[in-house]
Nanobody, 115 residues
Framework: QVQLVESGGGLVQPGGSLRLSCAAS????????MGWYRQAPGKQRGLVAY???????NYADSVKGRFTISRDNAKNTVYLQMNSLKPEDTAVYYC?????????WGQGTQVTVSS
């Protein structure tokens, strides 16, 4: 079965950077459009960025210019490079397909931006 595991989160000061990874147990990134999602305290989970099969990327307005999504199909891994982090970026970050599948949701990785 396909399993997605997020990693790379942690505590970082405002203005800092983190690189999140999403590793799949099977080869799916060559087949599906993948996205990163996040859920902040008191808010619903929302789409942050996604990457198409052709490599086109799209971002939520709140992260444009600061976040970069990429993938490595050979490694079955999707990445989210986060720069110039702000306290409002604090959330649990998840990866899933662009049309998310319920059975693909993992534990996510916590990102905390604080002084």
């Amino acid at each position: 079965q396909v399993q997605l595991v997020e990693s790379g989160g942690g505590l970082v000061q405002p203005g800092g950077s983190l690189r999140l990874s999403c590793a799949a147990s099977g080869s799916i990134f060559s087949t599906y459009v993948m996205g990163w999602y996040r859920q902040a305290p008191g808010k619903q989970r929302g789409l942050v960025a996604y990457i198409t099969l052709g490599g086109s990327t799209n971002y939520a307005d709140s992260v444009k210019g600061r976040f970069t999504i990429s993938r490595d199909n050979a490694k079955n891994t999707v990445y989210l490079q986060m720069n110039s982090l702000k306290p409002e970026d604090t959330a649990v970050y998840y990866c899933n397909t662009f049309n998310p599948r319920n059975d693909f949701w993992g534990q996510g990785t916590q990102v905390t931006v604080s002084s």
